[in-house]
């Protein structure tokens, strides 16, 4: 019988795009997928260290797949792979009560099929988190993988630094895949039925090959048959220069949602963050940014309780969300990550104190996302159909070039990776009610 695997994936984007390199792998060296933990003879858990609890949630699950490899019969592989295993190593075994049997870290997926297999042939954990720098991957699942769109890294590694962040300890430093693979990789999943693309990088404006910057990339993606859009994530916000909003404007398949991250809007917060921007420079980006791109929204990351953050700091947050207006925000309570710098700094805002600041940031964000969704209201917007709705068989979803989710009945001849134009009537929630108004 044949071996079967099973991955289940937390944290980022990038965690998502690296469990289909894993089972890319472990596919071309025989291993089948499972439908269930149940089923596999290997669990992966591809983990997160971002904060202190993703990283409970992880050993929470792990002492659930323990349970399952002891009760047992049939021998049953554990591994952790990802952020947390970078970081922890050998003390996830201890951290697990010795249930793991192999802990393998993101520059070492190339050797996960041997691995495993080694791991499942001996009586002790098997620990692989040696250091690559030049590890880029690519993703090659065999089964063509379901829906539209899909992520592809670009870059792996962050050379950063913000003192809060752990993830130039656990992704290493910065590397760009070099074009023509991510190239061939993008022509291959359009080829499998992809339509949306999404490119991948802890600080994807650094992007370089060469001479081909994140613009000349976009450029280079853009005619690729069967595409319909392409996107990116994260950009440093300072370093999302002319050219690249330019690029942006310049290509129509290329989304206008661009995710910038301010964390804070205190300057004084920002240099103790070691984010190399004032609040002004920031809000300089977004304006130039809307001054290229016609239609342009942001996203946005935040983090509140950074240690030292007055009420007045926190203030400066609110200001900047307030004054402009994101699509939507993840926001964060600060959680202290040992061995970064700001690990050193007293975390000296207390728990319910955090709590309420972000109670009051999401507030605020809610009433500012509605505002939005309500200014497209009898507007037309063209959408690409992007799957069908959770809620209704009747209908589907679809997305603006800005990202903005539309809902519209399913009419004949209607299919995903269509794209059409939608009269906005209505909002649900978080997506806008739309009428067809004819192919785009
Ligand atoms: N590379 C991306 C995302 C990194 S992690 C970027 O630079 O934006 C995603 C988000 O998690 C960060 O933007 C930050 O807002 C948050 N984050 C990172 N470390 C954190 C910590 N120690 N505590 C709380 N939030 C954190
Ligand atoms: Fe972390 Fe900063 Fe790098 Fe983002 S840019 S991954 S927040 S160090
Ligand atoms: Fe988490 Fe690692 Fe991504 S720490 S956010 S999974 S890069």
């Not at 971002?50 to 021998?75: D, F, T, Y």
């Not at 942001?298 to 953050?309: A, H, M």
Request: hydrophobic content about 40%.
């Amino acid at each position: 019988m044949s071996r079967r695997f099973y991955v289940e994936t937390y944290g980022c984007q990038m965690n998502a795009y690296d469990s289909q390199v894993m089972a890319g792998g472990l596919e071309r060296a025989g291993w089948e997928p499972a439908a269930c933990p149940e089923e596999a003879d290997l669990v992966l858990v591809n983990t997160c260290a971002v904060r202190e609890h993703a990283e409970r949630r992880v050993l929470g699950r792990l002492s659930q797949l323990a349970a399952l490899r002891r009760r047992r019969e049939r021998p049953l592989v554990l591994g952790v792979v990802g952020c947390m295993a970078q970081r922890l190593g050998a003390d996830l075994v201890a951290a697990t009560g010795g249930c793991v049997d192999l802990v393998v870290g993101p520059d070492q997926y190339d050797r996960l099929p041997d691995l495993a297999a080694a791991a499942a042939a001996r009586g002790e954990a098997l620990i692989c988190t040696e250091r690559d720098h030049g590890a880029v991957y690519r993703a090659k699942p065999r089964t063509a993988p379901p829906g539209g769109s899909h992520f592809v890294a670009v870059m792996r590694g962050c050379d950063n630094y913000c003192a809060y962040c752990v993830v130039p300890y656990t992704r290493g430093r910065e590397r760009s895949k070099p074009w023509r693979q991510v190239r061939d990789e993008v022509a291959d999943l359009a080829a499998r039925g992809a339509f949306e693309v999404v490119l991948l990088g802890q600080s994807v404006s650094n992007y370089r090959d060469g001479d081909v910057d994140l613009a000349g990339l976009l450029e280079r993606l853009h005619d690729i048959p069967g595409l319909q859009s392409l996107r990116f994530l994260t950009s440093y916000p300072t370093d999302a220069s002319e050219r690249l909003l330019r690029t942006v404007a310049a290509l129509p398949k290329v989304g206008t949602e661009l995710h910038l991250p301010f964390q804070a809007g205190s300057d004084r917060i920002l240099a103790a963050m070691n984010r190399r921007y004032t609040v002004a420079e920031y809000e300089a980006v977004l304006d130039r940014a809307r001054g290229l791109i016609p239609d342009a929204l942001f996203t946005t990351d935040i983090i509140v309780g950074f240690p030292g953050e007055t009420e007045a700091d926190f203030a400066g947050t609110l200001s900047v969300v307030e004054r402009q207006g994101f699509a939507s925000a993840f926001t964060f309570k600060y959680s202290a990550r040992a061995g970064t710098r700001a690990a050193r700094l007293p975390d000296d805002v207390p728990r319910p104190v955090k709590e309420e600041r972000l109670a009051r940031l999401n507030a605020l964000q809610s009433r500012k996302t509605r505002e939005l969704l309500e200014s497209q209201l009898e507007r037309t917007l063209e959408i690409v159909l992007d799957e069908p709705s959770k809620k209704r068989e009747t209908q589907l979803r679809g997305r603006s070039r800005n990202n903005l989710r539309v809902i519209v009945d399913r009419a004949p001849g209607l299919r995903l990776g269509v794209r059409v134009r939608a009269r906005i009537n209505a909002i649900a929630g978080t997506t806008l009610i739309g009428t067809l108004a004819g192919e785009a």
